[in-house]
Structure formats: structure tokens, C-alpha cells
């Protein structure tokens, strides 16, 4: 189906594992984007990536890494979970810059102990 | 940086009454400027959005906003609140590359039948 998808949907992972969420869009959008949403925070950006290949760090980048070989996927990956990484994270793409908006995915709540 | 600003964490308003949502950006340069819906346990769903065209917006589901650039705001209002539109709402600022979003920390709005 079209559309932008996260997976998993729910994540419960130990301290100090690695863990890698990831992010699917059909629609070929360049842009790419990870966010962070916390109580009291909204949502911070963590990563984006204007497209394959290239990718800019955010406001909160520290403990995540990215990549994005291909257009259609941008896996987030946590190398060495703490507990102040339990969050929803958000997946969103765009066809460009911000004038267009975001399509964001359902989120995947992860909960590190 | 750009900046939003969301008056008021939670609202509430009466079923059939006016919803007024409240929002002020910081930016050097004439901004874009969208309003996003949250209903639980989803992603964030595009209601509207300002990109320097007419000064009133409309969006769905009967919402718009009004870009004030004089009071640098950008408030959500719709005339009669229906029980569906309880949810959380977030005012989003570009950056000046346009690469990103700025995210206000969100409005949580119930409606009392």
C-alpha cells in the first residue's frame, strides 16, 4: 500500500543494546525526516536527509545514527540504548523543502530498561 | 532558530462553542507555517498551512488560521467544536534553509458534550 510505514509498532529493548527502527515511504520523496516526541517537548528532530546519501543532524542527534541508501527507506538506529531514549518516535517525509508539509507515520513507541 | 509558542498546554471548550488555539512563531524572514492534528495512538495529520499566499487559511475538517504578521501569530479556530476534534494540536514553524520544522510543544483540546 502507499504510504509512509514505521516499524515495529511498540519496542521494549534492555539498556546498552543496539536497536534499529525502521522507516518506509512509497511515494519517492526526497526528504526524510526523524522526530523525538516527548511530554512538555513536542517533538524535537532527532535526524533528516534531503536525499539518498545525504543526511544533517538535527536538534537532539546525540546516541542515533542514520543512513539512507535508497530513497524509500531512513532506519534510525539507537547503538547504545538509555533509559532517557524511551520515547514515540516519528517518521515523516516530504517531496521538498518545508513549504510542502509533512506525512508523518504512526510512530513507534520504544521503551528502554 | 525560528520558534513557536503555544499559548496554553490544554484547552477546553463546550461542544457547539468556538475553538480558539493559539499560537506565535519568532522568525527573521517571512515564514511558512502549518498546523498539525494528533488523535491517540496515530501520527500527525496536516490540518493547514501558510506559505505566503492569502493571510486567512483554511484547512480541513472546518479549521483555519489567520497569519498576522504584525503580532507574529498564527492562531487555529473553528466556530463550533464538534466532539471529533478532541486531540492535540501542534503549530509548526520552517527554518529559514527550509529544511526543517520547528514544533511548538502541542495544545490538547477537549470537547465537553
Given amino acids: 500500500?502507499?504510504?509512509?510505514?514505521?516499524?515495529?509498532?511498540?519496542?521494549?529493548?534492555?539498556?546498552?543494546?543496539q536497536v534499529t527502527l525502521m522507516c518506509h515511504q512509497t511515494w519517492s520523496h526526497s526528504y526524510m525526516f526523524w522526530y523525538r516526541q516527548d511530554l512538555g517537548h513536542g517533538l524535537r528532530l532527532i535526524y533528516y536527509s534531503a536525499a539518498a546519501d545525504i543526511t544533517d543532524k538535527g536538534e537532539v542527534p546525540d546516541g542515533y545514527v542514520v543512513s539512507?541508501?535508497?530513497?524509500?527507506?531512513?532506519?534510525?538506529?539507537?547503538?547504545?540504548?538509555?533509559?532517557?531514549?524511551?520515547?514515540?518516535?516519528?517518521?515523516?517525509?516530504?517531496?521538498?523543502?518545508?513549504?510542502?508539509?509533512?506525512?508523518?507515520?504512526?510512530?513507534?513507541?520504544?521503551?528502554?530498561? | 532558530a525560528q520558534s513557536v509558542t503555544q499559548l496554553g498546554s490544554h484547552v477546553s471548550v463546550s461542544e457547539g462553542a468556538l475553538v480558539l488555539l493559539r499560537c506565535n512563531y519568532s522568525s527573521s524572514v517571512p515564514p511558512y507555517l502549518f498546523w498539525y492534528v494528533q488523535y491517540p495512538n496515530q501520527g500527525l495529520q496536516l490540518l493547514l498551512k501558510y506559505t505566503s499566499a492569502a493571510t486567512l487559511v483554511k484547512g480541513i475538517n472546518g479549521f483555519e488560521a489567520e497569519?498576522?504578521?504584525?503580532?507574529?501569530?498564527?492562531?487555529?479556530?473553528?466556530?463550533?467544536?464538534?466532539?471529533?476534534?478532541?486531540?492535540?494540536?501542534?503549530?509548526?514553524?520552517?527554518?529559514?534553509?527550509?529544511?526543517?520544522?520547528?514544533?511548538?510543544?502541542?495544545?490538547?483540546?477537549?470537547?465537553i458534550p
Fill in chain 1, 1 to 17: 500500500d502507499a504510504g509512509i510505514t514505521q516499524s515495529p509498532r511498540y519496542k521494549i529493548t534492555e539498556t546498552g543494546r
Fill in chain 1, 68 to 113: 539512507r541508501s535508497k530513497t524509500e527507506n531512513f532506519p534510525l538506529t539507537l547503538e547504545s540504548a538509555t533509559r532517557s531514549q524511551t520515547s514515540v518516535y516519528f517518521c515523516a517525509s516530504s517531496p521538498g523543502p518545508s513549504n510542502y508539509g509533512y506525512t508523518f507515520g504512526s510512530g513507534t513507541r520504544l521503551t528502554v530498561v
Fill in chain 2, 67 to 111: 497569519f498576522k504578521k504584525s503580532e507574529t501569530s498564527f492562531h487555529l479556530t473553528k466556530p463550533s467544536a464538534h466532539m471529533s476534534d478532541a486531540a492535540e494540536y501542534f503549530c509548526a514553524v520552517s527554518s529559514n534553509t527550509g529544511n526543517q520544522f520547528y514544533f511548538g510543544t502541542g495544545t490538547s483540546l477537549t470537547v
